[in-house]
């Protein structure tokens, strides 16, 4: 995992996110067979341990201090090294804290992945990709792209929904297009924002 | 299955022990191991004993990797150091199963270990792993 990924003051978990979360995990547990619980895990984010055949499945530990859109991003993640088959023939995916832990032999596993899931973020997938409303979306992608302008969107956007709610205009917009489409924009910026390696070119 | 080193066997399930009596073991084997493992007090006594090359309730390689997972987490709830888990499990599970089972999982061990410092990370691999082994 590249080492910006953890920015712990990145919390917006919001509806959409948790319902994106959700989604997500269980994709994990019905395609892939991914078993995911969460426990306190002090040094690193993510574990996910094989078995030598594929009836039995694979346990996916995730720390339990990780952020929803955090999870949402390391679902991807692993999705992508399943893809690429680097938990055969036994191996353990370990997804560290940076700084914590030593993952540099992994390293080139991890870029893999790591380019494997921005393409099924923005792609045409519609399991594992962004919401649909905004994957799609040039000015969005192009103002995640680089960190001012990141965390310039982040910050307009969240004041937008503190708008929405303080105006109590939720129910006149709740089913708009214009308010699908700014809720789907903050999980998207959400989870960009706490791994900035998804919006690179 | 045959044992082919009983005497490292034996001291490495002592070692992982932490000192705790055999019946507390057994109690917490068959507690971890969600009640599979077929082995009896008596045999478990003879084999940490080194008493016996021969543990007869284990059939199959799988029980042996339970068993493997099941002491190595022992070894994390007594406190025992980290280091003397992996090498003592690792004997252990030697002990008990040949290549080309035990050869994978020590890879995949050797790997994983450096990237776990903290012993309640530890202790969440081996469960999880434990899990995986457990008949479904």
Redesign the interface.
Known sequence: MAPEMIDPHARAESGTLRAEEARLRAYLADRLHIRTRF??????RA?L????DD?????L?VSNETTVAERIYLYVHLAAHIALGHHR????I?E?VPG????E?DSHSHIEAERLARAMWWGENEDLAAPRMVRGSAFLRTLLASGPTRSAMRRVLLAMRAAYYDLRIERALAGSRVARWLRDALCVTAVVSVAPQLSEA | MRLSDAERVSRAIQTLSGGASLDVIVDRLYDLTAGTLELDRATLHRIARGKTQVARAIDSPEECVRLYFALMILGCEQDVATGTIVEEGRAMLAGFIGEP?AA??F??LE??L?????R??LK??LE??L???LP?
């Open positions: 426990s306190p895990l002090p040094d690193v574990i341990v094989s078995a030598p009836e039995r499945g694979l346990g530990v023939p036994l191996d353990t370990v560290g914590l832990v030593r993952l032999h | 089972l994978l999982i890879r995949d790997a994983t450096p990237k776990l410092t903290d309640l990370t969440e691999y999880e792993g899990r995986l082994w479904r």
